[in-house]
């Protein structure tokens, strides 16, 4: 399967670390590579400027004239409704509460302070889209019903890492993300599944 619905919303895994998020309002977190015919989104979160997180023929092909995009500070997107919110900032969109969290690496060169993954909660469900980032002190603080974790290692976490992640998070659900879609991203998610109590794999729907 390709989604969940966790109470009233529906989760739909993309590809990478790209999710549908549908409750009372439509979201997308990293679309990568979408093709024609998705349901258009109320609001599209970026977590940073990589061109697989930050993909501007998804977001033309996801936005309607009123489709706001939300990234961290930095990352510049024009030609949309559009703002940014600093690292740690929060503020409610469209009856959607947006929360940045940090998302870094401790010991690889590819994401330094600045992006962000985020908290969000929809129709009362929360959701932590971790972003491109290793394991993090700061992951002990989150507290959510569905937790989004990267395994496939090199530019983020990798499977082990994301195990012991997954124990300092609190949450009721886990899904792997970020693996296989680009090169030395490749991890089983069963092997995740099999080592975190309450994990979820979610197929990729494109490919």
Known sequence: MNKLRFENVEITYLKHAGFKIKGSKVLYIDPYEITEGFEKADLILVTHDHFDHLDMKSIKRLSRSDTTVVTPKGCVIKGFESFSLDERDEKIVKGVKIRTVPAYNINKPFHKKGGVGYVIEIDNVSIYHA?????????????????????????????????????????????????????????????????????????????
């Not at 124990?167 to 296989?180: F, V, W």
């Open 131 to 207: 972003g491109d980032t290793d394991r993090i002190p700061e992951m002990k603080e989150i507290e959510v019903d569905v937790a989004l974790l990267p395994i496939g290692g090199t530019y983020t976490m990798d499977l082990r890492e994301a195990v012991e992640a997954a124990k300092d998070i609190k949450a009721k659900l886990y899904i792997p993300m970020h693996y296989g879609a680009i090169p030395k991203t490749e991890a089983n998610p069963e092997d995740f599944r099999l080592k975190v109590p309450n994990a979820v794999v979610l197929k990729p729907m494109l490919k």
